[in-house]
């Protein structure tokens, strides 16, 4: 019985680092295609009612706001816990951490706004909105 408790503890303690990198990988994409879908929300209501919206990236309070002139109208983006917003393109300067805020006009082009989503880990995810199509798209580094 020790020697099978003992087999079962090391092939724990081989699979867990492989087990613990996938799940922070599942939870950056997720992440991610979760960004993708708020952007694209957000154009889309944009379009459909005629409404300019306010887009605030906040990279120190890690979330993403979207604003209207309606007073009622306010929907926010949360990360879930290891995944931060590590960078907000188009970069302005480096270091910036003040929130940056971008207009959706309605049959306007789309902004060129972009979030870099990085984990504990290190990897990367970009979530960008092409302004050509109008449409989010994310990109793996």
Same mark, same amino acid.
């Given at each position: %019985?020790?020697?099978?408790?003992?087999?079962?503890?090391? %092939?724990?303690?081989?699979?867990? *680092?492989?087990?613990?990198?996938? $799940?922070?990988? $599942?939870?950056? =994409?997720?992440?991610?295609?979760? #960004?993708?879908?708020?952007? /694209?929300?957000?154009? /889309?209501?944009? &379009?459909?009612? @005629?409404?300019?919206?306010?887009?605030?990236?906040?990279?120190?309070?890690?979330?993403? =706001?979207?604003?209207?002139?309606? +007073? #009622?109208?306010?929907?926010?983006?949360?990360? *879930?816990?290891?995944?931060?917003?590590? &960078?907000?393109? +188009?970069?302005?300067?480096?270091?910036?951490?003040?929130?940056?805020?971008?207009?959706?006009? +309605?049959?306007?082009?789309? *902004?060129?706004?972009? !979030?870099?989503?990085? /984990? @504990?880990?290190? =990897?990367?995810? #970009?979530?960008?909105?092409? *302004?050509? #199509?109008?449409? +989010? &798209? !994310?990109?793996? &580094?």
């Amino acid at each position: %019985m020790l020697v099978v408790v003992g087999i079962v503890a090391i %092939m724990m303690g081989v699979s867990y *680092p492989s087990i613990s990198a996938s $799940v922070d990988s $599942v939870r950056l =994409a997720t992440a991610a295609d979760s #960004t993708a879908a708020f952007l /694209n929300s957000a154009l /889309n209501r944009a &379009e459909q009612r @005629h409404q300019v919206l306010e887009l605030t990236i906040a990279k120190k309070q890690n979330q993403i =706001a979207l604003r209207s002139a309606d +007073p #009622t109208f306010l929907r926010k983006l949360e990360f *879930p816990k290891g995944i931060r917003i590590g &960078e907000v393109l +188009p970069t302005i300067f480096a270091g910036e951490e003040e929130a940056r805020v971008f207009y959706l006009i +309605p049959g306007g082009a789309a *902004p060129r706004v972009g !979030v870099q989503l990085v /984990n @504990h880990r290190g =990897a990367k995810r #970009t979530v960008r909105v092409d *302004p050509i #199509t109008g449409a +989010p &798209e !994310v990109l793996r &580094e």
